[in-house]
């Protein structure tokens, strides 16, 4: 499992590449892209990756700098603070989708969609287990 993961990570860095974006980073864009113009707590957001980063504000940061995300404060607790993906973020992300969408169906497309159900629901099953 550890290779198949590791072969179809370094599949998708690529496709990442051009863009200066991690898969990580590429994970917080989609689920922000999600949210719409409600945005997400950090908090949510870690929730919601793929992968745990132990780090999100810094993530956060670097995408922030870079114009693809803006933080604001909730005006009734400033101790809440909301993250949107920004104009600049949703075109970079939807730009990518046909890319990532080539990249998936290169990768998995041969299984067919019987094999990639069943492979789901093993993994989702595994994951269960660990909870």
């Known amino acids: 499992m550890l290779r198949t993961a590791d072969a179809l990570t370094r599949g998708f860095a690529e ?4 863009a200066k974006l991690s898969p990580t ?3 917080a864009l989609r689920i922000l892209r ?3 113009s409600d945005g997400l707590a950090c908090k949510e957001i870690g929730e919601r990756m793929i992968t ?3 780090d999100i504000t810094r ?3 670097r ?3 870079r114009g693809l995300v803006a933080r604001s404060r909730d005006s009734r607790d400033r101790r809440v603070i909301t993250i ?3 104009d600049a973020g949703s075109r970079l ?3 990518l989708d046909p890319a990532v969408e080539r990249m998936h169906a290169e990768l998995l497309g041969h299984l067919g969609e019987k094999k990639l159900e069943a492979l789901s629901a093993m993994l989702e099953a595994a994951r269960e287990k660990r909870g």
């Open 63 to 65: 995408l922030e700098k």
């Open 52 to 54: 745990r980063d132990p």
């Open 34 to 36: 999600g949210a719409g």
């Open 59 to 61: 993530l956060l940061d």
């Open 93 to 95: 992300v939807n730009d």
């Open 84 to 86: 949107r993906i920004t």
């Open 15 to 18: 496709v990442l590449r051009p």
């Open 25 to 27: 980073q590429y994970n």
